[in-house]
């Protein structure tokens, strides 16, 4: 099956009006109101290597991929998990020769290891390639006029969105850091904000591979590399370590804070909270964590990451967050991290 080609055909025309059907990159350098988007169109075109993506009200709705021979459930769900975190278009369709399966960018991952079900929560349908071929153009206008979320809303839920995923795991560890039951490990806010902020950051340059873990740890994620660290001071001495490094390497306000008082506050309880937040154990009675595997910040987009931060601090500090200086993430970004 060659679905790109079957279904590309005059398709924006019966869409129609605010409804364009992209068969390459020159395509959507070429449309000027693609403009706020055309890095994240091309990120993904290269990342999920797409065969198409069609775009409603100018903004990406459906990734197409077809591949040659059917991928394992380990594979499609890597793939949906990485499409879920770029966290822009809300369907993902993956044609094999045989078989098609639409996803949802509103439904959490699952492990790689998960078997990839007709029921799994990521998987709004499962098609044979005749079926797609006949009820291709049906779908694609459902999803353009916005009725196939709500006959799917059981798989598009904006609770389970890669920003709302990341902030409510933000706000339980805060609570977690500033209520502790012991007076002695309650954290000020502004403190634990600052703490949380440069561990987000951390993990993003990291992933970005604009910074490399201590040589030990090479080729680790964070959330690895303090797994390995079993004990608690260990892992406390190795975070702010890495903190100051990073304040000398860069000039960025999100380590410019006194670390090394900071330092001498953090104790194990703090450092087992960071913990249960990096792993997915549960932080804060009514929040849900999908833990750090889940999350890929090399794909989640730079203003993504800004706007959850800053909505979680205006979440958890919504008086002080401009006096106190809290609002550095998105000039932090621009001098660090913009296009990388």
């Known amino acids: 099956m060659n679905s790109h080609e079957t279904f590309s055909s005059g398709l924006a025309e019966?869409?129609?009006e605010g409804v364009s059907y992209l068969r390459n990159l020159d395509e959507a350098r070429a449309d000027e109101m693609l403009l706020p988007y055309i890095r994240i169109i091309q990120s993904a075109w290269k990342d999920f290597g797409l065969n198409a993506v069609l775009c409603v009200n100018h903004i990406p709705a459906i990734y197409l991929k077809e591949v040659a021979a059917p991928l394992s459930s380990?594979?499609?769900?890597?793939?949906?998990?990485?499409?879920?975190?770029?966290g822009v278009a809300q369907t993902l369709i993956v044609a094999d020769p045989k078989t098609v399966r639409i996803f949802s960018g509103l439904a959490k991952p699952q492990k790689s290891e998960t078997p990839l079900t007709e029921k799994s929560p990521s998987v709004v349908a499962f098609l044979s390639a005749l079926e797609f071929e006949q009820k291709a153009t049906s779908i694609y206008q459902a999803i353009a006029n916005g009725y196939w979320y709500f006959q799917h809303a059981d798989k598009y839920k904006a609770a389970s969105s890669v920003d709302a995923y990341l902030l409510d795991n933000l706000v339980g560890l805060h609570n977690d850091l500033i209520k502790a039951e012991s007076k002695d490990h309650r954290l000020k806010t502004q403190m634990a904000n600052g703490l949380i902020g440069r561990i987000l950051f951390v993990c993003y340059l990291v992933?970005?591979?604009?910074?490399?873990?201590?040589?030990?740890?090479r080729g680790m994620k964070l959330h690895e590399a303090l797994k390995q660290l079993t004990d608690d001071f260990a892992a406390i001495k190795f975070l702010y370590d890495f903190f100051g490094q990073l304040k000398g390497d860069f000039n960025g306000s999100m380590f410019d804070?006194?670390?090394?008082?900071?330092?001498?506050?953090?104790?194990?309880?703090?450092?087992?909270?960071?913990?249960?937040?990096?792993?997915?154990?549960k932080i804060g009675s009514p929040q849900y964590n999908l833990g750090f595997w889940a999350y890929d910040f090399k794909l989640i987009p730079v203003e993504?990451?800004?706007?959850?931060?800053?909505?979680?601090?205006?979440?958890?500090?919504?008086?002080?967050?401009?006096?106190?200086?809290?609002?550095?993430t998105p000039r932090f970004l621009a001098e660090m991290a913009i296009d990388v």
């Open 207 to 217: 992933d970005r591979d604009i910074v490399t873990l201590p040589e030990s740890f």
């Open 74 to 86: 380990e594979k499609l769900n890597h793939l949906h998990r990485r499409f879920w975190n770029q």
């Open 14 to 16: 019966t869409l129609g």
């Open 257 to 281: 804070q006194d670390l090394a008082t900071e330092r001498e506050i953090i104790k194990p309880f703090h450092m087992q909270q960071i913990r249960n937040f990096l792993d997915g154990q």
């Open 304 to 328: 993504t990451i800004s706007a959850i931060y800053e909505e979680f601090l205006a979440h958890e500090d919504p008086d002080k967050k401009r006096e106190t200086g809290a609002f550095y």
